[in-house]
């Protein structure tokens, strides 16, 4: 296992962290967590604000493919892969990805390439084979259940390929980052300090690699 940052050629986006912690409520969170046309395309107080292909994950299926080792045909999974932005650029590199996520409409809105390769599910129960993926990735996903939940989901991902993992979670350093991520989150239900993912990782008998998504 080993700590990487596979999303480091992403542009890094501007969080009005105050706005939200103003604009936060309960209902919010509650809309939020439905990952529907709010959640995706609606007011930014409900999630992205709008969530529209721009290429900006080409480089990041590039340093996939190259941390993997991964060959033209090779199978990769995107776990919480949404409209399925990451699945239609590793394609376009010669790989052979699939998507799962919880969102029919995130699904219902994918990129016309991809209509056939995502599918609904939930990622602490994915529906394939044993080591029936070369790699299998979760960006910003399984800390969206429980911490039992990403437990299951986090050997799920172990098991479809064993030590071809690539997990990426909400986590802080600091208090203070703590602080400011608490302000902004609406999905996630389970976030901890990296000691404190890196048990969960080990409970689960996790051999794959990971990040952590840090806001401050």
Request: negative net charge.
């Amino acid at each position: 296992m080993a700590e990487v940052d596979l999303l480091r050629s992403l542009p890094q986006g501007r969080r009005n962290v105050q706005a939200r912690e103003t604009a936060k409520t309960d209902e919010h969170i509650r809309i939020s967590r439905e990952y529907g046309e709010m959640y995706f395309d609606g007011p930014r107080e409900y999630g992205y604000g709008g969530y529209r292909y721009d290429g900006r994950w080409r480089p990041v299926a590039r340093d996939i493919v190259e941390h993997f080792g991964l060959k033209p045909g090779d199978k990769v999974l995107d776990v919480g892969c949404a409209k399925g932005f990451l699945v239609k650029d590793l394609v376009a590199v010669g790989i052979d990805a699939y998507g799962i996520d919880v969102s029919k409409y995130a699904l219902m809105n994918c990129e016309p390439e991809i209509i056939g390769r995502l599918q609904i599910g939930s990622c602490d129960d994915l529906p394939f084979p044993d080591r029936s993926f070369d790699a299998v990735l979760a960006i910003n996903t399984i800390h969206n259940l429980d911490r039992a939940g990403c437990v299951r989901a986090v050997r799920e991902i172990e098991r479809l390929a064993p030590g071809k993992g690539f997990i990426q979670v909400d986590s802080y350093r600091t208090p203070e980052q703590k602080a400011i991520f608490e302000s902004w989150v609406l999905t996630a239900r389970f976030h901890d300090y990296p000691d404190g993912w890196l048990k969960v990782f080990d409970e689960a008998g996790y051999t794959g690699d990971w990040y952590w998504t840090i806001i401050g």
